[in-house]
């Protein structure tokens, strides 16, 4: 069984600051991880994901991640935050690499401040 | 357009009726994926098809619960004698087949609200 934490329901930047959002996993098997947004209203949408491979993970909108197996976290960072990013996001594990039987955390609203 | 459609977008209920949602993948996808997701809770997966063959379901989905995806191609869900615990936002997703690393498009969710 796979399961996510999210550090922190609620985070708030400064708009051009450093954005980073926790996620630890825990997971039997070697984990596929992603991460997506949604914004109100909305459906889900991909940011990245790690699968195999390099663990430093470039998504859309300047977005990254980097898994790390020691820590079991897969945290997003994105170097300069803008007002657009404001949504809510979520990290999600699977045994699986595509959308089967993904596990998703509680999510974290990112607000974004002028 | 050619994303995941959902239809409709809101519905209110009374409690113990019935309700179904459609859901209409991209085209050439033949996985469909159906997940819950309550208010500030993350999605919660429901069930998997593989063109009209339903897969996977999760425990979540009691027997009040049934969906179909006839043809391999929309999906539907219908939910039986409804529970105000039923009120959700119901996503449905699809993706291609081919290989284990693709992507899963999400369509903009049902809202229901049992009353």
């Known amino acids: 069984a796979q399961s996510v934490t999210q550090l922190g329901s609620h985070v708030s930047v400064s708009e051009g600051a450093l954005v980073l959002l926790r996620c630890n996993y825990s997971?039997?098997?070697?984990?596929?991880l992603f991460w997506y947004v949604q914004y109100p209203n909305q459906g889900l949408q991909l940011l990245l994901k790690?699968?195999?491979?390099?663990?430093l993970v470039k998504g859309i909108n300047g977005f990254e991640a980097e898994f790390k197996k020691s820590e079991t976290s897969f945290h997003l960072t994105k170097p300069s935050a803008h007002m657009s990013d404001a949504a809510e996001y979520f990290c999600?594990?699977?045994?699986?690499?595509?959308?089967?039987?993904?596990?998703f955390g509680s999510g974290t609203q990112l607000t974004v401040l002028p | 357009d050619t994303g995941v459609s959902q239809d409709p977008r809101h519905k209110i209920t009374k409690r113990g009726q019935n309700v179904t949602f459609r859901c209409d993948p991209i085209?050439?996808?033949?996985?469909l994926y159906w997940y819950r997701q309550t208010l500030g809770q993350g999605p919660e997966f429901l069930t998997y098809?593989?063109?009209?063959?339903?897969?996977?379901k999760s425990r979540l989905l009691s027997d009040r619960f049934s969906a179909e995806r006839p043809k391999g191609s929309f999906s539907t869900l219908e939910i039986q004698r409804t529970e105000q615990g039923d009120s959700a936002m119901y996503l449905c997703?699809?993706?291609?087949?081919?290989?284990?690393?693709?992507?899963?498009?999400f369509g903009q969710g049902t809202r229901l609200t049992v009353v």
């Open positions: 997703a699809s993706s291609p087949q081919a290989g284990m690393n693709t992507e899963a498009f």
């Open positions: 997971s039997s098997v070697p984990p596929y």
């Open positions: 790690y699968t195999t491979g390099a663990t």
């Open positions: 999600a594990v699977s045994v699986y690499g595509s959308a089967r039987q993904l596990t």
């Open positions: 085209s050439e996808h033949n996985r």
């Open positions: 098809f593989q063109n009209e063959a339903q897969l996977e």
